[in-house]
């Protein structure tokens, strides 16, 4: 089984900047395709805020462009956020979501992560 791991998160002033990081734990991925960051403030519908696939561009919601860089490892299969002059709206609660298998043959499945609070304040 594996499970989705996230750190960095927590309450940083506007126009500062935190690195979220997501590793998987347990019995870890045979392969992973997609890998992306959502987050959801109170109130309002998860989003989409970046995404990368293996071998491929990142690509990002337009409130983030120019602000976030998303990466990500192959080999040890994590993916990082840094996020740099973060705003009051960019306050929510981000999760690591991961496409991939856990064994050669296996079916293509989302994992996700149990969240990690970002809190900018003004």
């Known amino acids: 089984q594996v499970q989705l791991v996230e750190s960095g998160g927590g309450l940083v002033q506007a126009g500062g900047s935190l690195r979220l990081s997501c590793a998987a734990s347990?019995?870890?991925?045979?392969?992973?395709?997609?890998m992306n960051w959502y987050r959801q403030a109170p109130g309002k519908q998860r989003e989409l805020v970046a995404a990368?696939?293996?071998?491929?561009?990142?690509n990002y919601a337009d409130s983030v462009k120019g602000r976030f860089t998303i990466s990500r490892d192959n080999v040890k299969n994590t993916v990082d956020l840094q996020m740099n002059t973060l705003k009051p709206a960019d306050t929510a609660v981000y999760y690591c979501?991961?496409?991939?298998?856990?064994?050669?043959?296996?079916?293509?499945?989302?994992?996700w992560g149990q969240g990690t609070q970002v809190t900018v304040s003004s």
């Open positions: 979501n991961v496409v991939g298998r856990t064994w050669s043959g296996g079916p293509e499945l989302d994992y």
């Open positions: 347990g019995s870890g991925f045979f392969s992973v395709n997609v």
């Open positions: 990368i696939r293996r071998g491929g561009s990142p």
